[in-house]
């Protein structure tokens, strides 16, 4: 809260002592108290939204969190689409993650652009909770794959959960990933026009 971030999105970790948990961390101590460890200061959870486009409630058959958010900067509408990786049976314990299906990534943010485009939003970004490995020009990894099938109308796509360094373009993206535990971020920019809200140049830098 104290850096005041715009969006987030979920990750595998958040799910290590369930969905509860994970709603937890979000909405704060008054959804589920069992974690409510101080009693005598109140979490009362974040200040900013989380999206994630791929987690659906088996019970309701509804996605656990709304799948993205417009920000409007300037005359401009910005998504932000987020996922987590899909592969989550292999990451949480099965008992966590009982009552939840974790969709194809390029599935759910391709149905969520379209929805956003229907809407009128000029730019698409994506968070995902998955990632990739680059050596020079050499991109490979889950987050190649996806990029490579994800709408046109995705400018940009921040990668996680490989702990590794991405700044490069798959298919017209860019696609950029700073490391890990806060030793870098990503200062990414998108040149836009304001009268045909068209991304004429997109480019970013890994600063440690």
Not at 56 to 61: C, D, L, P, S, W
Not at 139 to 144: L, M, S
Not at 186 to 195: E, G, R
């Amino acid at each position: 809260n104290e850096i005041k971030f715009d969006v987030g999105t979920l990750g595998n970790h958040e799910f290590d002592k369930g969905k509860k948990e994970a709603l937890r961390l979000i909405y704060g101590n008054s959804y589920n108290k069992k974690y409510d460890l101080r009693k005598k200061q109140e979490f009362k959870g974040v200040n900013f939204p989380y999206v994630c486009a791929n987690i659906i409630e088996k019970k309701t058959g509804k996605l656990l969190l709304p799948p993205s958010i417009v920000k409007e900067v300037n005359s401009l509408k910005i998504g932000f689409i987020g996922v987590i990786t899909s592969n989550m049976k292999n990451l949480a314990f099965p008992k966590n993650i009982e009552d939840l299906e974790f969709l194809d990534e390029a599935t759910a943010i391709n149905k969520e652009a379209e929805n956003l485009k229907k809407n009128g939003v000029d730019i698409i970004i994506v968070l995902a909770h998955e990632g990739g490995f680059q050596e020079k020009n050499n991109i490979n990894g889950p987050i190649a794959t996806i990029a490579k099938k994800i709408s046109k109308n995705v400018q940009v796509v921040i990668a996680g959960h490989t702990h590794s360094y991405l700044n490069c373009y798959i298919d017209g993206k860019l696609v950029v990933q700073s490391k890990c535990y806060g030793e870098a971020f990503a200062d990414t920019h998108l040149v836009i026009d304001l009268k045909t809200h068209k991304v004429i140049e997109k480019y970013s830098k890994i600063i440690h």
